[in-house]
């Protein structure tokens, strides 16, 4: 079966760089766009190149928004350190970007290809504004699979994942966006799929640069997880939004209609589900509430043994 055709938008980020090589095993990556989100826009646009340069590449990367719609730009430092891609040493890349137009490359490249998901595991920006100014895309596209929100806990607070939080005013525009087929891999999904220290060590017997390199950022990551939250266990987020398109069968989902909270003093940035049972709401979305993780994790440390 031919893999899915994909454009990867990715603020990376720890868990963005092992969406990069989990995403080139199993989808014909025709773009990789980046965004403000992580770390700023030039770090998130470096640290796309250097993966590409690490995993051998030849994928064109555009830099997109480096800022929110309209709230200030926030990073996130704790989780991934000033570089956005803390942990390993970082060589000389030498790739540069394809283009500063990610919104652009994303617009023309769905209306060059049938069939092309959208896989947004930054800030929404970018699709926000590629919808907004191109709304023939919206039908045009096999899906948005996205690393966002969540219907439980959030992170950045008590009740917004980052993702969303960061620039909810985007998110509420793709939400709203009518595109027939969005799957939502929120925080109460993500956390469900964890490295620790057993799959970094499974990389360092793999041995070679990129397996090596992914376990120091596993290294890096875990210890702000035990850092902050006291677990010797680190969610990987965004490979779960590549592997709802690439492996729908390892989830369960359920059809929710889902709204972003733009303006809440305590609750902005906050996906709201619409749960109640017999509700008038009409669908936008799939939110994925398990995945089968044994499985994933196989799939996942598969792919970046895979490099060299
Ligand atoms: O909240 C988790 C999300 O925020 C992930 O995409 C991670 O990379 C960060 O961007
Ligand atoms: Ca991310």
Redesign the pocket.
């Known amino acids: 079966m031919a893999k899915p055709k994909i454009i990867l938008d990715?603020?990376?980020?720890?868990?963005?760089a092992v969406a990069i090589l989990l995403a080139v095993r199993h989808c014909e990556v025709l773009a990789i766009t980046t965004v403000s989100?992580?770390a700023p826009l030039e770090m998130t646009t470096a640290n796309a190149l250097l993966m590409c340069q690490l995993a051998g590449l030849d994928i064109p990367v555009h830099a997109g928004a480096d800022r929110p719609l309209l709230v200030p730009a926030a990073h996130?430092p704790r989780?991934?350190g000033a570089t956005g891609l803390d942990g390993p040493p970082r060589p000389d890349v030498h790739l540069a970007a394809a283009s500063d137009d990610a919104v652009g490359c994303i617009i023309e490249t769905v209306r060059a290809h049938d069939d092309v998901w959208l896989v947004p595991?930054?800030?929404l920006t970018n699709i926000a504004l590629a919808v907004r100014q191109a709304p023939d895309i919206v039908g045009r596209v096999a899906g948005i699979s996205l690393?966002?929100g969540s219907v439980g806990l959030g992170?950045?607070t008590p009740t917004a994942?980052?993702?969303v939080w960061?620039d909810p005013h985007a998110a509420q525009i793709v939400f709203a966006a009518g595109v027939p087929l969005v799957r939502m891999a929120g925080?109460n999904l993500?956390h469900q799929l964890c490295v620790g220290p057993d799959e970094s060590a499974a990389l360092r017997a793999q041995g070679g640069m990129v397996p090596e390199f992914v376990a120091s950022l596993f290294d890096f990551y875990l210890a702000g997880y035990r850092e902050r939250a006291g677990l010797d266990a680190a969610?990987m987020?965004?490979p779960c939004a590549v592997l709802a398109v690439t492996h729908p069968e390892l989830f369960a989902f359920g059809a929710r209609h889902v709204d972003v909270e733009t303006a809440g003093e305590l609750t902005r940035g906050m996906t709201v589900a619409d749960e109640r049972p017999g509700t008038d709401a009409t669908p936008n979305c799939e939110v994925a509430y398990s995945i089968d993780a044994e499985p994933a994790l196989k799939l996942i440390v598969g792919a970046v043994c895979s490099y060299d």
């Open positions: 990715c603020d990376p980020g720890h868990d963005d989100g992580n996130a989780a991934h595991v930054g800030p690393m966002g992170n950045v994942e980052f993702n960061a925080l993500t969610p987020h965004d």
